[in-house]
């Protein structure tokens, strides 16, 4: 194998397993070891685990010493924090990008592939996930980019379970990202960190809800004695 083979494969490696992290295809609390990727891909296990490696640094997965990596189960709290960070900078993006007035290419090509899944019931969560990164990383800020990106494992977390569990749809998402998109266009910074901050909300909200319903603690039922 040759030194540039070597370099990428890892790469391959972690991103077919991040779309099946995304796609929950793994799901969460599932362990990701790296004797099975090793045989999945045909790959040495030093060559697994750069690629397992590579997800746990991005917070896709997460491994305790001496401990298989696991896709994390985010909690309520974890969700909570998570989209209240994501929507200060995401919303301090989208008024960057106004002042500009201009949406990176990026951010429109994964747009229309959002709206061609609403039409034909497709895969959405690569396509959002893409969207807004395009976003982020195409205003002038790079410390803002940087710190987008720090989050983006758990962010892509998030997004996938939006997904998996048909929380929003790709038509709802799609309509979200017209109005933040026309407010870019139109120079409106407020407008545009305020629906901004309303979208990621909005999933936030969604996540939650899903969380509560899925950990509900059960009312055992009374019981009659004597």
């Given at each position: 194998?040759?030194?540039?083979t070597s370099a990428v494969l890892p790469?391959?490696?972690?991103?077919?397993?991040?779309?099946?992290?995304?796609?929950?295809?793994?799901?969460?609390?599932?362990?990701?070891?790296?004797?099975?990727?090793?045989?999945?891909?045909?790959?040495?296990?030093?060559?697994?685990?750069?690629?397992?490696?590579?997800?746990?640094?991005?917070?896709?997965?997460?491994?305790?010493?001496?401990?298989?990596?696991?896709?994390?189960?985010?909690?309520?709290?974890?969700?909570?924090?998570?989209?209240?960070?994501?929507?200060v900078i995401e919303g301090a993006a989208?008024?960057?990008?106004?002042?500009?007035?201009?949406?990176?290419?990026?951010?429109?090509?994964?747009?229309?592939?959002?709206?061609?899944?609403?039409?034909?019931?497709?895969?959405?969560?690569?396509?959002?996930?893409?969207?807004?990164r395009a976003l982020v990383a195409g205003?002038?800020?790079?410390?803002?980019?940087?710190?987008?990106?720090?989050?983006?494992?758990?962010?892509?977390?998030?997004?996938?379970?939006?997904?998996?569990?048909?929380?929003?749809?790709?038509?709802?998402?799609?309509?979200?990202?017209?109005?933040?998109?026309?407010?870019?266009?139109?120079?409106?910074?407020?407008?545009?960190?305020?629906?901004?901050?309303?979208?990621?909300?909005?999933?936030?909200?969604?996540?939650?809800?899903?969380?509560?319903?899925?950990?509900?603690?059960?009312?055992?039922?009374?019981?009659?004695?004597?």
């Amino acid at each position: 194998m040759s030194q540039q083979t070597s370099a990428v494969l890892p790469g391959a490696i972690a991103d077919a397993l991040r779309a099946d992290v995304i796609d929950a295809a793994l799901a969460p609390g599932e362990t990701v070891t790296e004797a099975a990727v090793a045989v999945r891909f045909g790959v040495a296990r030093s060559t697994a685990r750069l690629a397992i490696e590579k997800l746990v640094a991005d917070g896709l997965l997460r491994r305790e010493a001496h401990r298989a990596a696991r896709v994390p189960e985010l909690t309520r709290d974890d969700i909570a924090d998570l989209y209240a960070t994501r929507s200060v900078i995401e919303g301090a993006a989208m008024r960057r990008l106004a002042e500009d007035g201009a949406v990176p290419a990026d951010a429109l090509v994964a747009h229309r592939g959002i709206r061609a899944a609403a039409k034909d019931g497709g895969a959405f969560a690569a396509l959002d996930i893409a969207f807004h990164r395009a976003l982020v990383a195409g205003q002038r800020s790079p410390r803002l980019a940087r710190t987008h990106e720090q989050l983006m494992g758990e962010v892509e977390l998030g997004i996938g379970q939006v997904q998996a569990h048909a929380l929003m749809s790709a038509t709802t998402i799609a309509e979200q990202h017209e109005y933040i998109l026309a407010a870019v266009i139109a120079g409106d910074g407020e407008r545009a960190e305020r629906l901004a901050r309303e979208h990621v909300a909005s999933a936030r909200d969604a996540l939650l809800a899903h969380y509560d319903t899925t950990h509900a603690v059960p009312r055992t039922a009374p019981t009659m004695e004597g």
